[in-house]
């Protein structure tokens, strides 16, 4: 892996992206750190010792990277953009125009994301309002509470929202790719030092050593279960095109057990923060205790069994989104290809239906416990220092796996050895 990394360097094309990708990262973590302007810098102490106890606040707190409790310019981190990216993906199976613009390609596809943008800008305005009367009512951090500047702080937090978009679009286009992802996978692993150094205090280095362990073999089952993959061989036909014998070559379609990666742990997680928003406008004492109590407290039965069942449910729907088995199917028949034993047409997209539901499950299953495997000791053993263990392990390798497989098929073009052999 150490000679990959050389060669990595060794290419300038390669080095500049992955230069401006850690540039990138970079500004993204001044961003987390420099606060909002009128806030007493004081009083944002209340707000990180808060943050322990309070499910809402620990929660967009790991998504943004420790930025929230610092009232930072980043505050919100990425959060407007998955949840943008939710309801424009749902909205595709809904609305009809949006599924054309789906199948026309780069060009739709450009279509939807900027319109995933404009919803991301929006959901930022509603979603910092909120947050700068929460504050103001729960810590009062802001020096002079009046609507200019309310206003003004309101604008900061949107234009740092529109900014991370910014930066994780960079990351896609100039960088090593899969910008977004690997923003979450900072702000992620930002965390991990100071939850850690909690963790050992709080519970002990007997507990602190079995979950670390615990860790280990979480990442090693992750790892095991991504090269996990069924395949189907396809035979293609020959044919004479003028004085030539073409085709007749025999080749397979990788469906992966995992075929969602770590979106579906992405968009649970990011659904459950939904309460946390509702809880700010409905003031009903039942409501708000089923919300502390049971949705934003990972000990809770319920959590886990809403989480568990969010994970299963947006592994199946991405999964659907990602591979088409009747636009799969119709391109075989095209291209003089069937599977051996299936018709072409209608029963090869069942056929690819079928298996795809099939080895989806316990790629689900696996996803939903290997999320819920810590939350269940942390809840037995009362230890709070360390939520959303199982999200935050499953989030840190899905993208560490992702990037270096993006650098891989960068050597690879090269004639390199990657990190994969």
Not at 200 to 210: I, M, N, R, V
Not at 299 to 307: A, C, E, L, P, R
Request: positive net charge.
């Amino acid at each position: 892996m150490l000679k990959a990394f050389v060669n990595a360097f060794k290419i300038p094309d390669l080095r500049k992206k992955i230069l401006f990708t850690l540039l990138i990262i970079a500004v993204f973590r001044l961003g987390s750190h420099v606060p909002v302007p009128d806030v007493d810098l004081q009083k944002l102490d209340a707000i990180r010792n808060a943050a322990g106890n309070l499910g809402a606040l620990a929660f967009i707190d790991l998504f943004s990277g420790g930025a929230l409790t610092r009232f930072a310019v980043f505050s919100l981190g990425i959060m407007p953009y998955i949840t943008s990216s939710i309801i424009m993906q749902l909205l595709t199976v809904v609305i009809p125009k949006l599924e054309q613009w789906q199948q026309q390609g780069e060009v739709g596809i450009k279509k939807i994301t900027q319109w995933t943008r404009y919803m991301t800008v929006s959901l930022a305005l509603l979603q910092s309002t909120g947050l700068v009367f929460l504050f103001n009512s729960s810590f009062k951090v802001i020096r002079v509470f009046s609507a200019p500047r309310v206003l003004f702080i309101v604008i900061t937090l949107t234009a740092g929202t529109a900014m991370i978009m910014w930066l994780g679009e960079l990351v896609t286009q100039r960088g090593i790719g899969n910008g977004m992802s690997i923003l979450i996978f900072t702000s992620v692993i930002s965390r991990l030092p100071s939850q850690g150094l909690t963790l050992y205090q709080e519970g002990g280095p007997a507990k602190f050593y079995f979950l670390f362990a615990l860790g280990i073999g979480i990442i090693l089952a992750v790892v095991y279960m991504e090269q996990g993959q069924r395949r189907i061989p396809v035979q293609y036909a020959k044919r004479v095109v003028g004085r030539r014998m073409m085709g007749g070559q025999s080749t397979y379609i990788p469906l992966k057990v995992n075929q969602a990666g770590v979106i579906p742990i992405i968009f649970a997680s990011s659904v459950l923060y939904f309460p946390s928003l509702l809880q700010n406008v409905i003031h009903v004492s039942w409501f708000q205790n089923f919300i502390n109590n049971d949705i934003l407290r990972q000990q809770s039965i319920v959590y886990m069994m809403i989480y568990g069942t969010l994970v299963v449910f947006f592994a199946y729907f991405y999964t659907a989104i990602q591979f088409d088995p009747v636009r799969t199917a119709d391109d075989i028949r095209k291209y003089g290809g069937f599977v051996p034993g299936i018709r072409p047409g209608r029963p090869t997209a069942e056929y690819l239906s079928n298996i795809l539901n099939r080895i989806t499950l316990p790629g689900s299953l696996f996803l939903a416990s290997i999320a819920l495997i810590p939350t269940i000791f942390l809840a037995v053993w009362s230890i709070n220092a360390f939520p959303f263990g199982g999200t935050t392990i499953l989030i840190t390798v899905g993208v560490a796996l992702e990037t270096m497989k993006q650098l891989e098929s960068q050597l690879m073009m090269r004639h390199y050895e990657g990190f994969l052999r």
